[in-house]
C-alpha cells in the first residue's frame, strides 16, 4: 500500500534481519559486584530497573561472549543545572545520550569513573582471591 500511495511499483522486497543480539546481564556478575555498589553510586541509594527496550547496543555483542554487565548512570538534575549555571533557563540533562538535545551534567562523570574503578578493581580481586 505505501508504493501504491507513492505511485512507485514494487517487485521484490526484504527486511534487514535483526542481527543484534539482545543486550542481558550476567546474573551472577550483577549479585556480585554491580548490586553490592550501584546502590551506594546513586544519589537515591538504589537500583532503579529499566524496562527493556528495542533499541539496539553494540556492547551485546561484547556481552554475548564474556560474562557482562550494562548500567545506566542517570545525570538528570534541572534544578543543579540551574543553580550551577545561574541561567533563567536551566540546562535539562534529562535527555538520553542519543536525544539531540542531550546535556551532560559533569557532576556525575567522578561518580562514573569510581563506579567503572571499583568494579574493575572487585574483578581483579575475585579472579586473585580462592
Request: charge should be negative; charged fraction near 15%.
Amino acid at each position: 500500500h505505501t508504493c501504491q500511495t507513492h505511485y512507485c511499483e514494487l517487485t521484490e522486497h526484504q527486511f534487514a534481519a535483526d542481527y543484534y543480539p539482545p543486550t542481558v546481564n550476567d546474573p551472577s556478575l550483577w549479585s556480585d559486584f554491580v548490586e553490592p555498589v550501584a546502590g551506594v553510586a546513586s544519589s537515591s541509594g538504589r537500583i532503579t530497573e529499566v524496562p527493556p527496550t528495542m533499541g539496539g547496543e553494540d556492547f551485546s555483542f561484547f556481552a554475548a561472549r564474556v560474562p557482562s554487565a550494562f548500567l545506566l548512570l542517570g545525570q538528570g538534575d534541572v534544578a543543579a543545572a540551574e543553580a550551577s549555571t545561574g541561567a533563567s533557563t536551566p540546562i535539562d540533562t534529562t535527555h538520553s545520550l542519543h536525544h539531540p538535545c542531550f546535556a551532560i551534567n559533569e557532576d556525575v562523570l567522578v561518580t562514573g569513573a569510581a563506579l567503572h574503578s571499583h568494579l574493575a578493581l572487585q574483578s581483579l580481586k575475585s579472579l586473585t582471591v580462592p
